[in-house]
């Protein structure tokens, strides 16, 4: 599995962003897919996660209010859309498909196996 991830870049405060995450080669119709996010000399963090019916999400609890986790398993594409954005979010956003086929999503990086090169988003005051 390919992930490529897009949609990152500089917006201002209070401002939306969409991000994308392009899945090829094995499909992903059955795995669960996240995105976390990464500053510069902190850890990955858990930001949200779709399952792979599409149906059940879960959120970051401190981001909930302004993200919206989608997917379309005919383009094999996730979405997360994050409005509202604040200073706190710069970051790098990886998006990211679990190893294993169905379950619940989980919030944990070692629940993933496959994952995207990453796009910065940058939120500026």
């Known amino acids: 599995v390919q992930l490529q991830a897009s949609g990152g870049g500089l917006v201002q405060a209070g401002g939306s962003l969409r991000l994308s995450c392009a899945a090829s080669?094995?499909?992903?119709?059955?795995?669960?897919m996240a995105w976390f996010r990464q500053v510069s000399g902190k850890e990955r963090e858990f930001v949200a996660a779709?399952?792979?019916?599409?149906?059940?999400?879960k959120y970051e609890d401190s981001l909930k209010d302004r993200l919206t986790i989608s997917r379309d398993s005919a383009k094999s594409t996730v979405y997360l859309q994050m409005d509202s954005l604040e200073v706190e979010d710069t970051a790098v956003y990886y998006c990211?498909?679990?190893?294993?086929?169905?379950?619940?999503?989980?919030?944990?990086?070692?629940?993933?196996?496959?994952w995207g090169q990453g796009t910065l988003v940058t939120v500026s005051s």
């Open positions: 990211a498909a679990a190893g294993a086929d169905y379950g619940p999503p989980s919030r944990s990086v070692s629940a993933y196996d496959y």
């Open positions: 080669g094995r499909t992903v119709s059955k795995k669960n």
């Open positions: 779709v399952g792979w019916s599409g149906d059940r999400k």
